[in-house]
């Protein structure tokens, strides 16, 4: 099946400071990629949507200045999570889609800890 | 509003033995389901797709079900090996709100020996 990877997979990052995560389709082009998050022991959280080439969709309540989503070509989505703090500590887990398809590819998740 | 409960939220089994998870929607209009795997600290990875005229997918030791008309579906795990010890998740897509995913809790396997 279509492979999507993350970049990085673990990151320790200071509270203030910007994070960027990447989000590639390594053998398909993905029109449209999702950005999730997930805290422990919960299911993931639909945090935007990415469609290439134009501007992101945000869920109700994520802050779109905080959570800085990039979807410059068909194959790779950025998230950037800007001043992050400690209540950011999460799971982030992306996935791309086919251009008319079923199927849900999910990245392997960042985990991202904030001191 | 558009919702997916998994039932039970945790279960534990002993290896080699069987188990079903349980999954009911209120999302519609109905698009696909979709049953996940997730291991801790992992990306879900797909086990099955289901459509509206699809009763029945088997994906080697998962069989899952559905039934459009009550809103229902199962995911049964045959001959439970360790390493299916993960949480489970029940995905329904909508036919319109933009193909949104909805995402139930998921069910948490382990499998002992």
């Known amino acids: 099946g279509a492979v999507v990877s993350q970049h990085p997979s673990r990151v320790i990052c200071k509270s203030g400071t910007s994070v960027k995560i990447e989000c590639r389709s390594l053998?398909?082009?993905?029109?449209?990629m999702f950005w999730y998050r997930q805290f422990p022991k919960q299911s993931l959280m639909l945090m935007a949507t990415s469609n290439e080439g134009s501007k992101a969709t945000y869920e109700q309540g994520v802050e779109k200045d905080k959570f800085l989503i990039n979807h410059a070509s068909l194959t790779l989505s950025t998230l950037t999570v800007t001043s992050a703090h400690p209540e950011d500590s999460s799971f982030y887990i992306c996935?791309?889609?086919?251009?008319?398809?079923?199927?849900?590819?999910f990245g392997p998740g960042t985990r991202l800890t904030v001191t | 509003k558009n919702q997916v409960e998994q039932s039970p939220q945790s279960l534990i089994i002993l290896e080699g033995k069987n188990c079903t998870l349980q999954c009911n929607y209120t999302v519609s209009p109905f698009s696909n389901l979709r049953w996940y795997k997730q291991d801790t600290g992992r990306g879900p990875v797909s086990l099955t797709i289901?459509?509206?005229?699809?009763n029945t997918k088997s994906n080697g030791r998962y069989t899952a079900t559905l039934d459009a008309d009550t809103k229902q579906s199962s995911l049964h795990i045959t001959a439970s090996q360790l390493s299916d010890s993960a949480s489970y998740i029940c995905v329904v897509i909508s036919n319109t709100n933009a193909g949104k995913s909805t995402f139930g809790d998921g069910t948490t396997l382990t499998v002992k020996p």
């Open positions: 289901m459509t509206f005229s699809e």
């Open positions: 996935s791309a889609i086919l251009s008319g398809a079923y199927e849900q590819y």
């Open positions: 053998d398909f082009q993905a029109t449209t």
